[in-house]
């Protein structure tokens, strides 16, 4: 099968490589195009546009920032005269209402749509082992669900389209709620000068243990947010999303809210391309050493 892959970032890269693992054929797209370079060498064709990586492929797979830049790559700066013929496979994270609103201007191009957002990182995308929610009609899901077992070993099947990207800004949102609870306590802990392994051997033995906290927790007692497999960057843009989502169905906001401006915080703070764990220089800065002679 020839893939159209636009957006080979931190996610693309792997998620390509495992297509042509496959023995699909790929024609790789980066706004960037140095990051699409290095899947040269897995036997990716390396094409400078949108319409270039669109051009005969039987499906092509988005993994962009955020909605305006697949508009961007599709619908603004590119020639894409229609998709007919071609699927579009959306598996970033955008709102449920943008995810519909591209189905109807990729169904004007007579093109056919549907969005698989996953869970996971880096080494899930590089192992296939990503958790893929698919938002599409069951006739889509039974003829895609092959090549989506590329990425993870089950897709699933979670309603039409906009369902599935409602499940993923659910799930990213308690990353960003989980991640903020954790740095909260563990600042606490380190300035009530309580030992840190006593801590989390109790915490990991009661029902408040989730796997993520180990997972940051070197990171926070280090400070160092280096190599990330998911910037602070990318999960404040999915917090604006889930805040203006959640609104619209009247739910009440302000915890996300406060969540959402320690993540600001963050990235003022200069760690937008750094781990999401750098939360904790949101809520636990380091203290100044008080000066004077």
């Not at 797209?29 to 039987?58: C, M, Q, W, Y």
């Not at 039974?142 to 993870?152: A, I, T, Y």
């Not at 320690?262 to 636990?284: H, N, P, Q, R």
């Amino acid at each position: 099968m020839k893939v159209g892959f636009i957006g080979t970032g931190l996610m693309g890269r792997p998620m390509a490589e495992r297509l042509l693992a496959a023995g699909h054929q790929v024609a790789a797209f980066n706004r960037t195009r140095e990051k699409a370079e290095p899947l040269r060498d897995s036997g990716a064709e390396i094409v400078g546009s949108a319409p270039e990586a669109v051009s005969s492929a039987d499906c092509v797979i988005l993994m962009v920032t955020d909605a305006a830049a697949i508009r961007e790559v599709l619908f603004q700066k590119s020639s894409i005269p229609n998709l007919k013929g071609c699927t579009v496979i959306q598996m970033g994270t955008i709102s449920p209402k943008e995810s519909i609103q591209l189905q109807e201007e990729v169904a004007q191009k007579k093109g056919d749509y549907l969005e698989a957002p996953v869970l996971g990182s880096i080494p899930e995308a590089t192992e296939g082992t990503l958790l893929v929610m698919v938002g599409s009609s069951e006739v889509q899901f039974e003829r895609w669900s092959g090549l989506l077992r590329c990425f993870g070993p089950e897709p699933l099947l979670v309603g039409e389209v906009g369902k599935a990207s409602g499940f993923k800004l659910a799930l990213n949102q308690l990353i960003a709620s989980l991640t903020a609870s954790f740095a909260l306590s563990l600042g606490f802990v380190q300035r009530q000068g309580i030992e840190m392994e006593l801590f989390m051997r109790i915490l990991r033995q009661s029902a408040l243990y989730a796997p993520t906290f180990d997972k940051k927790l070197k990171r926070m007692l280090d400070r160092d947010y280096a190599n990330p497999n998911f910037p602070s960057k990318h999960l404040f843009k999915d917090v604006a999303l889930f805040h203006t989502a959640a609104q619209a169905v009247n739910l009440e906001t302000i915890g996300i809210e406060a969540i959402h401006r320690l993540l600001e915080i963050t990235v003022e703070k200069g760690y937008a391309d750094g781990d999401y764990s750098a939360l904790f220089e949101a809520v636990s800065p380091v203290r100044q050493q008080a000066g004077g002679s």
